[in-house]
């Protein structure tokens, strides 16, 4: 499906999705996905993002973000927990944007894709995101106090922390949903996605690699998916950048967004 770009640079575009579920959702689609992630390629898409943050921003209201994406993995014929997945593009970053009020990504995603209401985004939206995304706005997204970070804690390097690089570190998670969890956060101290270096990016990638590897060796896993919450406003609560991966493959014992979802997913 060939979709109309809002907005490009060398490495990424931005759209809108074809099967929208809220007015505040864009997609980052990889423009070389057969090209290895560089340093340059990172840097390209800490700009796509900030851009769609700002447009989200400006044009929706929204005060915070959530994004996904997945790798090596697409999801079942129910897709609970995802968005779906664009035709051709098997490197996408989803944007969603939050706003106070508004039903959060999880809950809209949290019943089979062919019993979704997807939104027929008006032409003047999708044009005012377009002339915000080619002049963002400088934004500080509201992010919980940093006064004492969980992510820079003494315990996590002592009872979390299982390996790490000159960027980033992947630990277990206190409470976990299935065996094949993690989460990947920066080293330095960095409150919002948007100030995330290119060479923290590119670390983030590279860890993921090796975190799937373990997954495949220890519990047969072969993708991916991540999300991270960006701001207060879509439940960021660790003043401290941080992704959640889980490990997924076709016969897993459990969907996690299912068991995440719980009471709240429709029969």
Known sequence: MSLAALWQNRRWQV??????????????????????????????????????RSALWSVCGSRGFRIGFTVNWQPDAAGIGEPDPIESAPRVVQVF????GDTSPSRL????????????LDEMIRTALAAALAEPEMITVPAPSDSDCDGCRPDVLTTQERWRDH?????????VVIDSQVIVLPLRHVLSLGDLAPAEVL????????????????SGATGLNCFANDGTAARQETAHVHLHVFGR????PANPFELLAGPSRKP
């Open 15 to 52: 759209v809108v999705p074809p099967k929208p579920l809220t007015d505040a959702q864009l997609a980052l689609i990889d423009r070389s996905p057969d090209e290895t992630l560089d340093a340059s390629a990172a840097a390209e898409l800490l700009d796509a993002y900030r851009r769609s």
């Open 167 to 175: 960027a980033t570190r992947v630990i277990r998670p206190r409470h």
């Open 109 to 120: 995603m949290a019943v089979p894709r062919s019993e979704r209401s997807v939104i027929d």
């Open 249 to 252: 493959s076709q016969d897993e």
């Open 203 to 218: 670390s983030i990638h590279q860890q993921l690699g090796r975190v799937r590897t373990q997954f495949q060796l220890a």
């Open 97 to 100: 944007g939050r706003r106070s």
